[in-house]
């Protein structure tokens, strides 16, 4: 049995998906969309603004059809001064031997959203990898020295929490 041709992913697919260049349009076209949203966007108003604005530059004779997923997440933003914050800037001062730098980054884990509008919880995550090493990139990696803080850190913030 050989190997196929065809596409692994179905997140932009349309015509030919063979190898070696074709000159013929598609007749169908597909393609996945995702957002990131930040904090007090709904995401169920920006999928209509979304689905208006490509219903608007359709061109005519085009149909559209629009499948949302069931999933949709809220987005979800923890703020700065929350106490749980200030624990964070305590233990990695002390693993680090300096205070964070703090930026803004988005992230998609859609329970944190959920949290807080279910729960009233705020959540707090953190991340270890740094920049080269290319976190959900295909040649990503993981400095064994970044898991070694990860754990003390992790270990010092429940001891000053629980």
């Known amino acids: 049995m050989g190997a196929s041709n065809a596409p692994t ?4 697919r349309g015509g030919f998906q063979g190898a070696g260049g074709k000159t013929v349009l598609p007749a169908e076209a597909h393609a996945k969309i995702t957002c990131r949203l930040v904090a007090n966007q709904d995401p169920r108003k920006i999928l209509e603004c979304l689905a208006a604005h490509i219903r608007k530059v ?36 002390e693993v680090y031997g300096k205070p964070p730098y703090y930026i803004r980054m988005g992230g998609s884990v ?3 959203g959920m949290f807080e509008r ?10 270890f990898a740094l ?15 970044s898991l070694d803080k990860s754990l003390k850190a992790y270990a010092l913030f429940f001891h000053e929490t629980f």
């Open 58 to 93: 359709t061109p005519p004779g085009v149909r559209v059809e629009f499948h949302p997923s069931a999933g949709t997440a809220f987005p979800y933003s923890m703020p700065l001064d929350h106490p749980v914050n200030n624990a964070i800037k305590r233990v990695l001062t």
């Open 118 to 127: 279910e729960l009233g919880a705020k959540v707090a995550t953190l991340s």
């Open 9 to 12: 992913s179905t997140a932009c």
């Open 110 to 112: 859609p329970v944190t």
């Open 131 to 145: 920049e080269d090493e290319g976190m959900h990139a295909p040649n990503e990696f993981w400095r064994i020295a």
